[in-house]
């Protein structure tokens, strides 16, 4: 596949995989998640890649999430939304390697469900962390909200839900969201430390933890299966068009007037 969203290296037993638009915050696209199954695919099964790591282009953002602009109910491209994002979520859990998400700036909406599902977040003190789904007319109802339960505790992944506030880099820590927090100058010296302790470690060993470390929350794929099909159908109600429109006019969508 020729990749025009995002770039991709393997080096040294490294893969890096950087969502490169930065111009719009990395959100991505529907061609921005097929490209991303990509090229997971091809370092989750390159024998010579140990460990890879997923990061956004530019300082002011990792991701933050689904592009607003190519969302007019459904999204642009394949599966149950618009987005495979069923595919790309199970594609970083199934790769038999760590993936590393490497973030600075905004880790928002669907940037923020990316960093969940990762094995390992590691964030430049720039960094910032929160849901806005119900602000915009979406939620993920799966791995970003059933897996981020277990992560955070289930008080604190309904906040993050229910309220859409902004966390810093140390809030998340705190809440055990991130594994560390390092200046944003010292972001790439950390996430190579990081990279060189792995590929020290039994790669086979490595896959089989990490494969049962999923295998205690694979139920929640299919809670995500079941749950991305409500969400495309509230996708083509008034109620959450109220949220894109809003977004694209810069004001505050009114969704109570469209409750029965």
């Known amino acids: ?11 040294d037993g490294v893969a890096r995989i ?27 099964w390159d024998k010579s890649v140990g460990v890879i790591v997923l990061a956004g282009a530019g300082e002011k953002a990792f991701c933050t999430g689904g592009d607003q602009t190519a969302h007019d109910g459904q999204y642009d491209g394949r599966g149950t939304i618009g987005l495979p ?14 993936v590393i998400a490497k973030v600075q700036g905004y880790a928002i909406g669907g940037g923020n469900v990316l960093c969940t599902i990762c094995d390992f977040t590691i964030a430049g003190e720039s960094a910032v962390f929160g849901q806005v789904g119900p602000k915009v007319g979406s939620v993920d109802p799966g791995f970003g909200t059933a897996f981020l339960a277990r992560i955070v505790g289930e008080k604190k992944a309904r906040e993050i839900w229910y309220l859409c506030r902004r966390y810093s880099a140390k809030e998340a820590l705190d809440m055990g969201l991130v594994n560390t927090v390092v200046a944003d100058d010292q972001l790439d010296a950390e996430v190579d430390k990081w990279c060189a302790e792995i590929l ?16 205690d929350s694979e139920n929640i794929r299919g809670i995500a299966g079941m749950g991305m099909y409500a969400l495309s159908l509230y996708y083509d109600t008034d109620e959450a068009k109220e949220g894109s ?16």
């Open 200 to 215: 020290e470690k039994s790669p086979t060993a490595i896959a089989i933890a990490k494969r049962s470390f999923n295998m």
């Open 1 to 11: 596949m020729q990749y025009e969203d995002i770039l991709y290296e393997a080096v």
């Open 245 to 260: 429109k809003a977004f694209k006019e810069k004001r505050k969508p009114n969704f109570r007037k469209f409750v029965r």
């Open 85 to 98: 994002l069923e595919d790309l979520h199970s594609i970083i859990r199934d790769v038999p390697k760590p």
């Open 18 to 44: 950087t969502i490169n638009r930065p111009e719009k915050y990395n959100a991505f696209r529907g061609q921005t998640c097929e490209e991303l199954i990509d090229a997971f695919n091809a370092a989750g």
